[in-house]
């Protein structure tokens, strides 16, 4: 089979012949139709990530065929159309993953191929309302978006809420997901466009981060939130408890931005407010979405398609932050 191997981070990624995976008990292999970007594949690429290995197949997110079947597992998957948790082992404990748990794409090799394997009970029926594109857009960016909101942050029906940092897909999805639960939706983001692409997906309003007084603004804009999803931490950080209302949560899975500012405590215990970090999700997370999607008919925001055997130039797109919603990859 074909695959993207990336084989160091000073190198790019080739399209090369390699190994076609062998299965093991419990094991299937998926025919890859269209794969999915996300923020970490671009990481990995320019070697800033934990437990970096080369080479390596990225890719964390996959839609596809069941080809093969292993040792135990039902004929009857043979030919399924299926989508993959990519977030696999999480543990015993639904507040917090295990030592065990791993991310589809590293250390395993990944969805950026013909083919890739995984164990059967991360796999689930596709949509059928989904192109294979749009199946392959949301496991990852949709599962953190949708723990993030919902398993930590509580949000209900009229709910205000605040998504920082809207382009990428975590944060496309956190609106998308805040929106159908029927949240008064407000967002951040460093691009007047995307701010105005957010707004034609259901968004009330937004505000430039880069503006000095951007966070009176929202207050002035929102008159407070209950939520705060954020993926980027960075000084902007410092500013959220102001904008908070009472009782409100701000989650966050994520650091692009730098680490977290100093923050005065005093608001927080005062406003009792909670800061809550979170990766991914469990597998009932992943159940709980695709209903959500499914009862909602909620479709991934996609914003561009390059052939499977272009990654190299997908991740580098990726790397300039001009996209809102999902980089996809189709067969």
Same mark, same amino acid.
């Given at each position: 089979?074909?695959?993207?191997?990336?084989? @160091?981070?000073?190198?790019?990624?080739?399209?090369?012949?390699?190994?076609?995976?062998?299965?093991? @008990?419990?094991?299937?292999? $998926?025919? =890859?139709?269209?794969?999915?970007? #996300?923020?970490?594949?671009?990481?990995i690429s320019i070697g800033k990530y934990a437990g970096l290995k080369y080479p390596t197949i990225l890719g964390s997110d996959g839609a596809g065929v069941v080809a093969e079947v292993?040792?135990? &597992?039902?004929?009857?998957?043979?030919?399924?159309?299926?989508?993959?948790?990519?977030?696999?082992?999480?543990?015993? #404990?639904?507040?917090?993953?295990?030592?065990?748990?791993? =991310?589809?794409?590293?250390?395993?090799?990944?969805?950026?191929?013909?083919?890739?394997?995984?164990? $059967?009970? /991360?796999?689930?029926?596709?949509?059928?309302? *989904?192109?294979?594109?749009?199946?392959?857009?949301?496991?990852?960016?949709?599962?953190?978006? /949708?723990?993030? *909101?919902?398993? +930590?942050?509580?949000?209900?029906?009229?709910?205000?809420?605040?998504? !920082?940092?809207?382009?990428?897909?975590?944060?496309?999805?956190?609106?998308?997901?805040?929106?159908? @639960?029927?949240?008064? &939706?407000? &967002?951040?983001?460093?691009?007047?466009?995307?701010?105005?692409?957010?707004?034609?997906?259901?968004? *009330?309003?937004?505000? #430039?981060? +880069?503006?000095?007084?951007?966070?009176?603004?929202?207050?002035?804009?929102?008159?407070?939130?209950? &939520?705060? $999803?954020?993926?980027? *931490?960075?000084?902007?950080?410092?500013?959220?408890p102001d904008i908070c209302n009472p009782g409100a949560r701000i989650v966050f899975f994520g650091g692009t931005a730098g680490d977290m500012p100093a923050i005065n405590g005093r608001?927080?215990?005062?406003?009792?407010l909670q800061i809550l970090g979170t990766p991914l999700g469990t597998t009932e997370d992943f159940k709980e979405m695709l209903k959500f999607m499914t009862e909602h008919q909620i479709?991934?925001?996609?914003?561009?398609? /390059?052939?499977? @055997?272009?990654?190299?130039?997908? =991740?580098?797109?990726?790397?300039? !932050?001009?996209?809102?919603? #999902? $980089?996809?990859?189709?067969?």
């Amino acid at each position: 089979m074909k695959a993207n191997v990336l084989e @160091a981070p000073d190198k790019p990624i080739v399209w090369k012949e390699v190994e076609k995976p062998a299965l093991v @008990a419990g094991e299937v292999l $998926i025919k =890859i139709k269209a794969a999915g970007l #996300n923020r970490r594949d671009y990481w990995i690429s320019i070697g800033k990530y934990a437990g970096l290995k080369y080479p390596t197949i990225l890719g964390s997110d996959g839609a596809g065929v069941v080809a093969e079947v292993g040792e135990g &597992v039902d004929t009857a998957w043979l030919s399924k159309e299926v989508v993959i948790n990519p977030g696999n082992n999480w543990g015993d #404990n639904d507040n917090f993953q295990g030592k065990d748990f791993k =991310i589809l794409g590293l250390p395993d090799d990944g969805t950026f191929a013909e083919y890739v394997k995984i164990r $059967i009970e /991360y796999l689930y029926d596709k949509p059928a309302y *989904l192109t294979w594109e749009q199946a392959a857009a949301f496991p990852l960016a949709g599962l953190t978006a /949708y723990r993030a *909101l919902f398993t +930590k942050a509580k949000a209900k029906k009229g709910d205000t809420v605040l998504i !920082s940092g809207v382009g990428g897909g975590t944060g496309a999805f956190a609106l998308q997901w805040a929106v159908a @639960a029927g949240c008064r &939706v407000f &967002v951040t983001s460093g691009s007047g466009e995307k701010i105005e692409q957010a707004r034609q997906h259901g968004a *009330l309003a937004g505000v #430039n981060y +880069k503006a000095q007084d951007w966070a009176e603004e929202l207050h002035h804009m929102a008159g407070g939130f209950d &939520v705060i $999803i954020d993926s980027a *931490l960075g000084a902007g950080f410092a500013k959220f408890p102001d904008i908070c209302n009472p009782g409100a949560r701000i989650v966050f899975f994520g650091g692009t931005a730098g680490d977290m500012p100093a923050i005065n405590g005093r608001k927080i215990f005062w406003k009792q407010l909670q800061i809550l970090g979170t990766p991914l999700g469990t597998t009932e997370d992943f159940k709980e979405m695709l209903k959500f999607m499914t009862e909602h008919q909620i479709v991934p925001i996609i914003d561009e398609v /390059y052939p499977l @055997a272009e990654a190299g130039k997908a =991740i580098e797109k990726m790397g300039t !932050s001009s996209h809102f919603g #999902n $980089i996809i990859l189709k067969a």
